[in-house]
């Protein structure tokens, strides 16, 4: 199994709202804020071509949109799709399986595209299947007023009608070595890939551990849908991800690819190291 980073782009959110109830002064520390208050976020995907098979985890936020939205995320991200799979020699027509996160435009915005000629939006993965949870189509296009602004109707849409969706139902192995784990505190069903590599175990963390600076268990996102039910999410994978020291990739730290947990001395937990994917390659 071959593993290759793809950098979709780059944004900025608020980051009071990041880290929720935690105090600036504290998660300043690790994501320092500019004079808006917002921090630097990255779209950090994840390309997995086994045998026949190239399959990449979400695909940032897409280059649709207008320039105020452009503005108000401080948007970078022009052509960084195509030049990410393009850097390992590959295209778009080459991804055959696109695995989902969940449907926050952030997440699934590279999934369609516009076509001026027809003058509207299509799908941008023609040859892939696109794996997502069952559950989470059916939040998304039905979305609660709080977390409607973050489903975009051009990102779900073309999809939903292009017969490439398979709706899975809860935990699952995708195929032998890929696992998805589902939890429902940020979203509902957000599905996050479990790889088994040779000799260590792979988590992309998506949004339940967006940074390293994220690790500490009450360090939840004001954005969850669900934070209580996120604080019971994190407290059942912070063991494990400590104890078989697994490889957290982030999907959104500005700096770090991957890292692991340890557990501290006084029985919480916190970012252990720092690491560049390709150091467990």
């Given at each position: ?241 400590a104890g078989e020291e697994v490889v957290i990739f982030y999907e959104h730290d500005p700096l770090n690819e991957c890292g692991t947990v340890r557990l501290t001395e006084k029985g919480g937990f916190v970012s252990d190291r720092t690491f560049p994917l390709s150091e467990i390659l």
């Amino acid at each position: 199994m071959q593993l290759y980073v793809i950098e979709t782009g780059r944004f900025k959110l608020d980051g009071g709202a990041m880290f929720g109830v935690v105090p600036k002064p504290i998660w300043q520390r690790t994501n320092p804020a500019d004079g808006d208050n917002r921090i630097d976020m990255a779209m950090r995907c994840l390309l997995v071509q086994e045998g026949d098979r190239l399959v990449l985890i979400d695909n940032g936020i897409g280059e649709q949109h207008d320039a105020k939205f452009r503005q108000i995320y401080v948007l970078e991200n022009e052509g960084w799709l195509d030049a990410g799979l393009a850097k390992h020699g590959f295209s778009r027509a080459d991804v055959t399986d696109l695995v989902l996160t969940h449907l926050h435009f952030d997440h699934c915005g590279g999934t369609a595209v516009y076509n001026t000629a027809t003058e509207r939006y299509e799908p941008n993965f023609l040859n892939a299947r696109i794996w997502l949870q069952r559950r989470h189509l059916a939040w998304a296009t039905q979305p609660n007023a709080r977390e409607k602004a973050s489903f975009l109707r051009q990102n779900i849409e073309p999809v939903a009608a292009s017969g490439q969706l398979q709706l899975l139902d809860g935990d699952m192995e995708l195929f032998p070595g890929f696992a998805l784990r589902t939890v429902n505190g940020h979203t509902e069903a957000q599905q996050l890939p479990v790889i088994t590599l040779k000799d260590r175990t792979l988590f992309y963390a998506a949004d339940l551990f967006p940074t390293f600076g994220h690790i500490p268990l009450p360090y939840v996102m004001g954005y969850d849908t669900r934070p209580l039910l996120t604080l019971e999410e994190r407290q059942h994978f912070l063991p494990w991800l400590a104890g078989e020291e697994v490889v957290i990739f982030y999907e959104h730290d500005p700096l770090n690819e991957c890292g692991t947990v340890r557990l501290t001395e006084k029985g919480g937990f916190v970012s252990d190291r720092t690491f560049p994917l390709s150091e467990i390659l």
